[in-house]
């Protein structure tokens, strides 16, 4: 019975951080119609800034993740004037754009902090809620609770704010909200910060519990592709939907049977919606 | 709106880049008085091996380095410099075949490569150029690979010597669990593991692979840990991934031994769990950084003045392949001096008639019953154990006696695995 | 275009060394995939499976020649025929999605093959199979080793050539523009009568073939098969190759794929940082040059498929 | 036997019942208005008739061979070729090469035909296009590029590419909006040369006074049900018809 719980509690916490990532990717291709392959490495710079502003400079984990959700904030806005702004007509252009960035932020990171270096990132709230026999580090709960928090936030601002209105306009139809007085370029900038935030605040989340390595985005991005296509490209709540479905089964498949067999099994389940609907469960259905 | 048409076509400015790199690829001239011998190392430079296949890199050159220092190697009276040349694999075995046929036209003398999966496609290559080649991967070797040694490290043959110590120290344990990484190196280990815990009366409760990829180890530790062994083996997990597994045995309340391959990060393991929680753990590589590593490791000349010298020139890089390299190379350079000469089959067979030492001391070539090939260089090897946060050698085994002590037992659990030499495809 | 290419192409034997020779001849295979690859892309569709397809190609040639000693020539089919059929039975499922889903799908089925391979000893798992001896030619006294690079350069030449024409001619058969019409106007092709999902099927099996062959000829090229070569990253450098270089014109991508192969060789030197370089001159080139890009901004949206690209006449057109 | 029959068609989305069991049939050889106000239920069904949609209820018949299940393209290949309300054409390609695309189905017997053109198939195809195109009066814009015509050139040769696909009817969707009245005309005078030539068509318009003046027989949608059906006089005297269409020109 504990070992249930304990494998409810792991998969919550895989569908909280992949949740992170997946939402993030599908905002940037609802407002920029790109996906963004580089995503798992604004997830991977994340958890470096961490151990760089919260370890290295021994200022704290918080200020290492606050440091975290700047640093890629700032990145992604700067990959989006510098870089998507001129391709915005051009999306297969926009990808391959991103597949260079994703192998200079990689091949950056191995330079850096060397291929081999070992960061440790010490979790801000140390030691293991034990309840008879079943023990579950105090942290990955607070990943749980901090993910719900981000998510529900993000929800009400695009909700509730002027910019939420904007972005979801801009998703829904970019020439008229070019007519309304909407800059695309505001939004899509703004767009790409807050994508790479909430990528970068994954990353940082999850520095104390996965291995820091330049090649930390790769499994990320690919597991976040198959959950948005999953979820319906361009759909928010179909992205945490499907998040929680596929880390859930994921992690179940994992522990009953072994990892490699869950990587067969999950991709089999994405073939299978696909076949099922072609766009995903909440995807805009088009026409074949 | 008419297109800028910038007269330069994109082919025309792509070939122009082109010629002006390729230039600068031309390789600088060594000034040196001494003749130049060179030798490759031949191993993943980008990508996720790339943490083995670069600090590998690096500890050939800062051996060569020393070794060029000290007047270089000297063949019948002549000295050579010793200059190393790399090409990344990238642990894809063609990508690694491409190297190989790059070192033979730079005329490459002795090529280390790490082994496992990216060995398969060097195989008819490497007989048909004579390429002398060093494997860390003792499970590459096969009755026609005439011109591979594994001369630093016979992994996976002194874990049968871990287990029987463990027997020795603790004859109340009963069951024992397993877990390591899909792929060569995970299955090769994982196999004689088995025949180790068969020989010595444990019995294995639970027994999975993880993919590569897997960033989470909760689970998994979890779903060992319900099977209630009084023994974990983490097999030859990367040093990063051990850690982590470590990590989660302490949370989920684990209270029993933890055997590993090398322990590399003990300090940090010891940080993130405690002194009690690791003591006795055991593994079998001495550290580096430890005061009396010269005397454990006579073999490899200044042990621990090789390894201040790295940390210098690559802090903090340091990982066990950065020994192994310059361990392949002590082999090469002692067989070179005492045959006089470059030349693979008269090296090759100089080095049978006298093995030379390795890093732990005598050795003797080995391997045919299991490999169907004398190309290992085998001889006694430490078992290590965790003693108040530090690794202390509690004994020196004979893994050769040992393996002829259980080698019906080492077959079978080879076989399950396909492993041997007829089931190769 | 295509004599200054042939002669260049023979002269690489006698000119570079074993490893440019051996890697003349990758080039050659990869050249024979981008062009393969077209086929698909001629459709408006872009595929992460084709590498995939290459390795199962791979995989039957190593199964043919190493349990039951196969010839060259009866490999080269049997890759090519697997190929295909493991293509038309993907092209069930996956045909029913456009865009980035059909991307994806493709991506997931491809994977799951791979993970198989891995999986499977009969595959060979993680190392695949080695040992695949070299083609030899033996007849009326004439014997040729292909084992030698320079040899073997020769046979992949004259068989990519081969497939080359073969592409051609398809391309400008009438089937070439069904599938120019499916890409440009698929509603209206289907109004027109065109069961544009069968023949969007028939480009992917037919490209399956050509990358069937691609994958026997790299078997024995290196003697191995393993899965490592079939993975993502490889996927994922054939897209690359494709974009960048343009894949408008017959000529375009394979000109374009092997300057860019040859750019990446370059780099070389740059070991560790080889790939960042390599990104930083993606982003120039996207940046820079998109012209090769023009036909791909068609692809709007990803999904918007369909939409009518007929840019609105100006008004003074006469009665 | 009615060439094209419809029984209790229906199509909801969702809530929303866009046709609500229509029921007509069209003579073979006739021009057959399809009429109704904004709303009405014109393209949907205009779509459940050439299957870009599938009805939720009811049957719909060529021949008498029931098509309800039928793709788009397999319908084209029976005969039930369409044209598009804007204008979709391959811009890239001569107004010879649209029309040249027009007759890639037809299902040559050899498939090595697909592959290896022979010259007799290939001459017939460039004789019937020539053809087509004097037709349509198009012949000396053979060369201009598709985007370059102007906007009714560009709906004749929409029609014209509908041609190439030898249909047996042809279901036209407002072909006379935005066009000059000389180019009204025209193309009315095209359709009855078409008709003459034994193809059925069906014609969704907006514009009362063409549809009056051409069609046989017309069909009245509101609000997604047939309202009436007749000739253009019954159907002009109808009074729900007047009301529906409320003071537009009768």
């Known amino acids: 019975m504990q070992f249930l719980v304990e494998t409810v509690l792991n998969s919550a916490m895989a569908s909280a951080s992949t949740a992170l990532v997946v939402v993030g990717l599908a905002l940037i291709f609802g407002v920029m119609r790109i996906e963004n392959f580089a995503h798992g490495e604004l997830y991977m710079v994340g958890a470096y800034a961490t151990w760089l502003f919260g370890t290295s400079f021994g200022a704290g984990y918080w200020v290492g993740f606050a440091a975290a959700i700047l640093v890629t904030a700032v990145l992604g806005a700067a990959i989006e004037i510098l870089l998507l702004r001129r391709l915005r007509n051009n999306p297969m252009g926009a990808l391959i754009v991103t597949i260079g960035v994703l192998l200079i932020l990689q091949t950056g990171a191995a330079w850096f902090f060397g291929i081999n270096s070992n960061l440790l990132v010490d979790a801000p709230v140390s030691g293991v809620l034990s309840l008879g026999g079943f023990n579950m580090p105090w942290h990955r709960i607070v990943v749980i609770a901090a993910a719900v928090l981000i998510l529900t936030a993000l929800t009400v601002i695009l909700r509730t704010t002027k910019f939420g209105w904007a972005l979801r306009a801009v998703a829904q139809d970019k020439d008229a909200a070019n007519l309304q007085g909407i800059s695309i370029g505001r939004i899509s900038m703004s767009a790409m910060a807050l994508s790479a935030a ?55 498949v994992s522990v009953y049977f072994d990892t490699t067999i869950a990587n067969v099994a999950g991709l089999c389940l994405m073939l299978a919606v696909l076949i099922v609907k072609p766009s995903g469960l909440m995807g805009k259905a088009q026409k074949v | 709106m008419s297109r800028i048409n910038l007269h330069l076509t994109r082919r ?34 980008t990508g996720d091996l790339a943490l083995w296949g670069i600090p590998a890199k690096n500890g050939a050159e800062v051996w060569a380095n020393q070794v060029n220092k000290t007047g270089g190697i000297n063949v019948k009276g002549e000295r050579y410099d010793v200059q190393v040349v790399s090409f990344d694999g990238a642990y894809v075995a063609e990508k690694t075949l491409q190297g190989a046929r790059a070192f033979v036209d730079q005329d490459v003398k002795y090529t280390m490569v790490i082994g496992g999966d990216d060995w398969s496609a060097l195989q008819d290559f490497s007989n048909r150029n004579k390429m002398l080649t060093s494997t860390l991967y003792v499970s590459d070797l096969n009755p026609t690979s005439k011109y591979l040694l594994a001369p630093v490290e016979v992994h996976p043959f002194y874990f049968g010597l871990g287990v029987e110590y463990l027997r020795k120290v603790e004859p109340n344990l009963k069951t024992a669990a397993l877990c390591a990484q899909d792929d060569i190196t995970g299955r090769t280990s994982l196999a004689y593991w088995r025949a180790g815990f068969d020989a010595h009366g444990f019995e294995i409760v639970s027994d999975a692979y993880f993919d590569n990829s897997t960033t989470d180890f909760a689970p998994i530790v979890s779903s060992m840990l319900q099977a209630k062994p009084d023994t974990v083996c983490i097999d030859t997990t990367y040093p990063s991934v051990a850690l982590l597994l470590v990590e989660q045995l302490f949370t989920q309340g684990y209270k029993g031994r933890i055997l590993h391959a090398g322990l590399e990060l003990l300090p940090d393991m010891v940080a993130r769990t405690s002194k009690e929680f690791m003591e006795g753990s055991i593994a079998f590589f001495p550290r580096f950084d430890d005061p009396n590593i010269n005397a454990s490791a006579n073999g490899f000349s200044d042990a621990a003045g090789f390894y201040k010298q790295f940390e210098k020139q690559f802090p903090k890089q340091w990982n066990n392949t950065s020994w192994e390299f310059p361990g392949c190379l002590e082999v090469w350079k002692q067989g070179v001096e005492t045959a006089g000469t470059f030349e693979p089959d008269d090296l090759l067979a100089s080095l049978k008639a006298n093995p030379p030492k390795h890093i732990f001391g005598a050795a003797r070539w080995w391997g045919k019953e299991l490999f169907g090939i004398d190309n290992a260089l085998v001889g006694n090897w430490p078992i290590v154990a965790v003693k108040n946060g530090s690794v202390e050698i509690v004994e020196i085994g004979d893994q050769a006696a040992w393996f002829e002590a259980h080698k019906a037992i080492v077959e079978k659990r080879f076989r399950e695995e396909k492993l041997m030499p007829d089931q190769k495809r | 275009m295509t004599t200054t ?62 349990d039951h000693g196969a010839s060259f020539p009866i490999s080269l089919v049997a890759g090519s025929i697997v190929a295909a059929a493991i293509a038309a039975v993907l092209s069930m499922p996956l045909l029913k999605m456009r865009g980035f889903y059909f991307l994806m799908g493709t991506f997931a089925a491809a994977e799951a093959i791979r993970l198989l391979w891995r999986k499977f000893t009969y595959f060979g798992g993680t190392r695949g199979f080695s040992g695949i001896s070299a083609p030899y030619f033996d007849f009326g006294g004439v014997q040729i080793d292909f084992g030698r690079s320079a040899n073997y350069y020769f046979l992949t030449l004259a068989v990519v050539a081969a497939c080359l024409v073969l592409l051609w001619r398809l391309e400008r058969s009438r089937l070439g523009k069904v599938w120019k019409t499916i890409e440009q106007q698929d509603v209206l092709a289907q109004s027109v009568g065109i069961d544009t999902r069968r023949y969007r099927r028939i480009a992917f099996v037919i490209a399956a073939a050509f990358a069937g062959i691609a994958g026997v000829l790299l078997a024995y090229a290196f003697g191995s098969v393993t899965p490592n070569r079939f993975s993502l990253n490889f996927a994922l450098y054939l897209m690359i190759w494709a974009i960048v270089g343009g894949t408008r014109t017959f000529f375009g991508v394979i000109v374009g794929g092997i300057v860019l192969m040859a750019f990446d060789e370059s780099l070389r030197f740059a070991e560790q940082l080889r790939p960042g370089v390599y990104g930083v001159i993606l982003i120039l080139v996207m940046l820079f040059w998109p012209q090769g890009l023009e036909r791909l901004i068609g692809w709007t949206g990803l999904y918007g498929r369909g939409v009518s690209k007929a840019a609105p006449v100006s008004s003074e057109g006469g009665a | 036997m009615p060439i094209l029959s419809l029984h209790e068609v229906t199509k909801a989305f969702g809530g929303l019942v866009a046709v609500n069991r229509a029921t007509f049939s069209v003579e073979p050889g006739s021009i057959h208005g399809l009429i109704g106000p904004n709303g009405a239920g014109k393209t949907t069904l205009f779509s459940l008739i050439t299957g870009f949609y599938r009805p939720t209820m009811g049957r719909v018949e060529l ?56 010259p007799a198939s290939r001459s017939s195809r460039q004789e019937r296009a020539a053809a087509i195109m004097d037709y349509a009066r198009l012949s000396d814009l053979r060369n201009v590029g598709a985007k370059d ?11 014209a590419i509908a041609l190439a696909a030898k249909p047996r009817l042809l279901l036209l969707d407002e072909p006379f909006t935005g066009m000059t009245a000389s180019e009204k005309n025209r193309l009315a005078e095209m359709l009855r040369r078409i008709r003459e030539d034994g193809a059925t068509i069906v014609l969704v318009e907006h514009d009362m006074r063409t549809v009056m003046r051409l069609c046989d027989v017309i069909t009245v949608l509101n609000f997604g049900s047939v309202l009436t059906e007749g000739t253009p006089e019954q159907v002009r005297r109808h009074p729900e018809v007047m009301a529906a269409y409320l003071g537009s020109a009768a």
Request: hydrophobic share 55%; charged share 10%; net charge neutral.
């Open chain 3, 5 to 66: 290419l042939a002669i260049a192409a023979c002269a690489v034997p006698f000119v570079a060394g074993d490893y440019y020779t051996s890697f003349a001849t990758e080039i050659a295979i990869t050249v024979l995939m981008l062009s393969s690859y077209r086929i698909v892309v001629l459709t408006g569709e872009w595929s992460f499976a084709h590498v995939v397809l290459q390795g199962a190609g791979a995989y039957t040639a190593a199964i043919m020649v190493k």
């Open chain 2, 12 to 45: 025309q400015a792509l070939v122009g880049a082109v010629a002006t790199t390729s230039a600068l690829a031309m390789p600088s001239v060594l000034r040196a008085a001494n003749k130049i011998v060179k030798v490759g190392a031949l191993a993943p430079l």
């Open chain 1, 198 to 252: 909430l990528a970068g605040a994954a990353g940082s989340l999850m520095a104390p519990i996965v291995r820091i390595s330049p090649f930390m985005g790769q499994p990320v991005i690919i597991t976040a592709f198959i959950v948005i296509i999953l979820g319906g490209i361009g759909s928010m709540e179909g992205a945490i939907v499907a998040a929680v479905i596929y880390s859930t089964f994921f992690t179940f």
């Open chain 4, 149 to 159: 015509l102007s906007h009714g050139q560009q709906r004749v040769l929409g029609i």
């Open chain 4, 63 to 118: 021949d008498g061979e029931d098509i309800t299940r039928l793709s788009t393209s397999a319908r084209a290949r029976k005969g039930l070729v369409r044209t598009f309300q804007g204008t979709v054409l391959f811009s890239d390609l001569t107004v010879e090469e649209n029309i040249a695309n027009g007759m890639l189905a037809e299902s040559s017997s050899p498939w090595t035909d697909w592959l290896f053109e022979s």
